[in-house]
């Protein structure tokens, strides 16, 4: 088969967030925002995953200034309950809402200030 007669398709996206220390980091989407640790790279640490179910992120180390200016959307089932597990936490989140544009969804700000909005469909 010719490599040209593929036609690709797309299959996951792991956002990218900059942040000033990624063990801090780390640490937070662990301990705040209930996601495991994918893996970690470099001595110091200079890279880091954090997953949960399906999706993953990735805390990489920015020069003094450059880190949270990310942002990303996270599409889950079940938004009121994962809200819920993080209202009795310090975070500072946003409360559900409908939106106009048919999703539900709230915001978290990281520690670094990148920007987390966690969604899902409402239904008509």
Known sequence: MNTSDIKPQFE??????????????????????????????????????VC?????????????GRHGTAMAYVQLSGVDAYFSELKGRD?????????????????VVDPDGNRLAFGEPTVS
Do not use: C
């Not at 975070?91 to 915001?107: A, H, I, N, Q, T």
């Open 12 to 49: 996951a996206v792991t956002p990218r967030l900059p942040v000033a220390n990624v063990e801090k980091a780390l640490a937070f989407y662990v301990d705040q925002l209930g996601f495991q640790v994918g893996w970690k790279w470099g001595n110091p640490v200079t890279h880091g995953n």
């Open 91 to 107: 975070l500072g989140v946003s409360k559900p809402e409908d939106r106009p544009y048919g999703m539900r969804d709230f915001e």
């Open 52 to 64: 949960r179910d399906s999706i993953s992120l990735d805390l990489i180390s920015a020069p003094e």
